[in-house]
């Protein structure tokens, strides 16, 4: 189905299996808000959209959703409210960006949690946590990093 013929406000999955909500259209493009991040975009009206299908949510979505605890599962362990490494998780999965520019979203979105603190120091740390846990660290030419399972 297109994103022009999709309802306001219903669960769609992209053509990538990204779990997206339709949250209405502005100066001609339909916004769609992504599950996994909270991020709204603007997408065309002949941008595909697919019935909402738990079973066709891809790994890398499954695996933010349920960081944030929106997934089937609901968060691994509670985190606390003031906690950094909610915020920093999101961006490690996701990647493409570099422990510096992670560093500077997180202490823009953490406020009175980063003061005072090495925000890029619990960058690393996170990423010293995933590595122990059996995750592999994965960093592009760019030095921009991400977290994904170890293959077997």
């Given at each position: 189905?297109?994103?022009s013929e999709?309802?306001?406000?219903e669960?769609?999955?992209s053509r990538?299996?990204i779990?997206?909500?339709?949250v209405g259209?502005?100066?001609g493009?339909f916004?769609?808000?992504?599950?996994t991040?909270?991020?709204?975009v603007?997408?065309?009206g002949?941008?595909?959209l697919?019935?909402?299908?738990?079973?066709?949510?891809?790994k890398e979505?499954r695996?933010?959703?349920?960081l944030n605890?929106?997934g089937?599962?609901?968060k691994t362990?509670?985190?606390?409210?003031?906690?950094?490494?909610?915020?920093?998780?999101?961006?490690?999965?996701?990647?493409?960006?570099?422990?510096?520019?992670i560093?500077?979203?997180?202490?823009?979105k953490a406020?009175?949690?980063a003061?005072g603190?090495?925000?890029?120091?619990?960058?690393r740390a996170?990423?010293?946590?995933?590595t122990r846990?059996g995750?592999q660290?994965?960093k592009?030419?760019?030095?921009?990093v991400k977290?994904?399972r170890?293959?077997?």
């Amino acid at each position: 189905m297109k994103a022009s013929e999709a309802k306001v406000g219903e669960k769609y999955l992209s053509r990538t299996g990204i779990p997206v909500t339709l949250v209405g259209s502005k100066a001609g493009k339909f916004q769609i808000k992504l599950e996994t991040t909270g991020t709204a975009v603007g997408v065309n009206g002949d941008y595909e959209l697919r019935p909402y299908d738990e079973k066709g949510i891809d790994k890398e979505s499954r695996i933010l959703l349920k960081l944030n605890g929106k997934g089937k599962g609901g968060k691994t362990k509670a985190k606390k409210a003031g906690s950094l490494s909610a915020i920093i998780d999101p961006y490690l999965l996701a990647g493409g960006k570099m422990v510096a520019e992670i560093a500077a979203e997180v202490t823009k979105k953490a406020g009175e949690a980063a003061k005072g603190r090495d925000i890029n120091a619990n960058v690393r740390a996170r990423l010293v946590c995933y590595t122990r846990k059996g995750w592999q660290v994965v960093k592009d030419d760019k030095k921009r990093v991400k977290v994904v399972r170890k293959t077997a």
